[in-house]
């Protein structure tokens, strides 16, 4: 079992840089790839990034440049830095482990990114 959870969203101007933080608990960290999503108004929930143990990553082609995962095992948190937020980045963003022995995957609450001028 692993808890997320996600914090330092919030109300950013276009332009501004942001690093989203997830904390796990609960479980071995090293087991799961942990991953970014996000769901805007209206839309689906999709995958932003994704990063295992070992620090290999997987990106939205769209997203890929503006968008940086990264992992701290020792501290059990994966964090994702937004650069040059668009309007278009508002959106809640879900903090997401799946455990690499088994289909089994775990939800953070979700932090709000709201980018506005």
């Known amino acids: 079992q692993v808890q997320l959870v996600e914090s330092r969203g919030g109300l950013v101007q276009p332009g501004d840089n942001l690093k989203l933080s997830c904390a796990a608990s609960g479980s071995i960290f090293s087991h799961y790839v942990m991953g970014w999503y996000r769901q805007a108004p209206g839309k689906q929930r999709e995958l932003v990034a994704s990063?295992?143990?070992?620090?290999?990553?997987n990106y939205e082609d769209s997203l890929k440049g503006r968008f940086t995962i990264s992992r701290d095992n020792d501290k059990n948190s994966v964090y994702l830095q937004i650069n040059s937020l668009k309007p278009d980045d508002t959106a809640v963003y879900y903090c997401?482990?799946?455990?690499?022995?088994?289909?089994?995957?775990?939800w953070g609450q979700g932090t709000q990114v709201t980018v506005s001028s």
């Open positions: 997401n482990a799946r455990f690499v022995w088994g289909n089994i995957n775990f």
């Open positions: 990063i295992t143990s070992g620090g290999h990553t």
